[in-house]
């Protein structure tokens, strides 16, 4: 499996972006997926995940502020990323699991994107 994130950039503070997150090769739309962050000098930290039904768990820092969904015909999940604030300056990084649920730690997730960079400005 291959997962190739794209859509960061550069927004200012209460902008909005979408991340994309493509995945090739062996997927299954039964496999949970996620999205990390990782801010310079932190450590990576969970963003949000779908599962294989549809399901949706965010961490307490973006709830309410993203939003992940996916499109199954197209191998893709997308995290939408609204109200920005200057700490979500991170590189963003989406990730498969093996199995249809998966839990917030990154030793969950077997497959991960290259990552892509968000810098939001106040």
């Known amino acids: 499996v291959q997962l190739q994130a794209s859509g960061g950039g550069l927004v200012q503070a209460g902008g909005s972006l979408r991340l994309t997150c493509a995945a090739s090769?062996?997927?299954?739309?039964?496999?949970?997926m996620g999205w990390f962050r990782q801010a310079p000098g932190k450590e990576r930290e969970f963003v949000g995940r779908?599962?294989?039904?549809?399901?949706?768990d965010y961490a307490d820092s973006v709830k309410g502020r993203f939003t992940i969904s996916r499109d199954i015909a197209k191998s893709t999940v997308y995290l939408q990323m609204n109200s920005l604030k200057s700490e979500d300056t991170a590189v963003y990084y989406c990730?498969?699991?093996?199995?249809?649920?998966?839990?917030?730690?990154?030793?969950?997730?077997?497959?991960w994107g290259q990552g892509t960079l968000v810098t939001v400005s106040s």
């Open positions: 990730a498969s699991g093996l199995r249809p649920y998966t839990g917030r730690e990154p030793l969950d997730y077997r497959y």
């Open positions: 090769g062996r997927t299954s739309s039964n496999n949970a």
């Open positions: 779908i599962n294989w039904g549809g399901g949706t």
